[in-house]
């Protein structure tokens, strides 16, 4: 069963917009919840994450949003720029599966001009 | 900090022959995954090693794939008698103790012939 769902396969934004990208989660247990970057040809990149106990986590331009009781979440993508342009990557992890990341089937970003 | 090591970054192997995929983490960190990226399946967990100790291969096909960390600088993933279907990005990734942030390499592209 897919235990973490990213809502869409593809977004696609203009320069300066806010990209808004889902997640959705079933498993409870999970606490920690980190959303990753990837460039092709490249590893995933650690962008941002937030744990269970907050509703909202902002580093810059990149903010979390995260509804415990809904079991879902959402990373908003400020003033979005070309070069952030990438797949997308919901992750989580909870104490009983250790630091054992479940990750969603991304979503690909593209920001146009 | 050079971050994971992964290497090689392309590895072609002939169907029936063995792959090895080397990673070095990043230095003093305790905890090492390997993933393993499909454009169908997404990123899937292998398996998982603390301390050098094997925690959890739950995701590692019980034949043919084998990993071992003889020290806490590096480890090895072995894919015995390679098919068609393991071609794919095999990623290792390390996390320190305690800590959650998981860091990615670039990667392993193993393709079968």
């Known amino acids: 069963q897919q235990q973490v769902r990213q809502s869409s396969q593809s977004l696609t934004v203009w320069e300066g917009e806010t990209a808004i990208l889902n997640c959705s989660y079933e498993?409870?247990?999970?606490?920690?919840f980190p959303w990753y970057q990837q460039f092709p040809g490249e590893g995933p990149a650690l962008l941002i994450a937030?744990?269970?106990?907050?509703d909202k986590k902002e580093d810059g331009r990149f903010t979390i949003f995260f509804n415990k009781r809904e079991k879902n979440l959402s990373l908003h993508i400020k003033d979005s720029q070309p070069g952030d342009s990438a797949t997308y990557f919901c992750?989580?992890?909870?104490?009983?599966?250790?630091?054992?990341?479940?990750f969603g089937q991304g979503t690909i970003l593209k920001v146009y001009l | 900090n050079a971050g994971v090591i992964q290497t090689p970054r392309h590895k072609v192997t002939g169907k029936g022959q063995e792959a090895t995929l080397w990673c070095e983490p990043i230095?003093?960190?305790?905890?090492v995954f390997w993933y393993r990226q499909t454009i169908v399946q997404g990123l899937e967990f292998l398996t998982y090693?603390?301390?050098?100790?094997?925690?959890?291969d739950s995701g590692m096909p019980k034949e043919r794939f084998s990993a071992q960390m003889p020290n806490q600088s590096h480890s090895t993933l072995k894919i015995q008698s390679t098919q068609p279907q393991d071609s794919a990005v095999y990623l290792c990734?390390?996390?320190?103790?305690?800590?959650?942030?998981?860091?990615f390499g670039k990667g392993t592209r193993l393709t079968v012939v």
């Open positions: 992750a989580a992890s909870g104490a009983s599966s250790g630091q054992k990341l479940v």
């Open positions: 090693f603390r301390n050098q100790a094997p925690i959890d």
């Open positions: 498993n409870s247990a999970f606490d920690y």
């Open positions: 990734a390390s996390s320190s103790s305690g800590n959650t942030e998981v860091f």
């Open positions: 937030i744990r269970s106990v907050s």
């Open positions: 230095s003093g960190h305790s905890a």
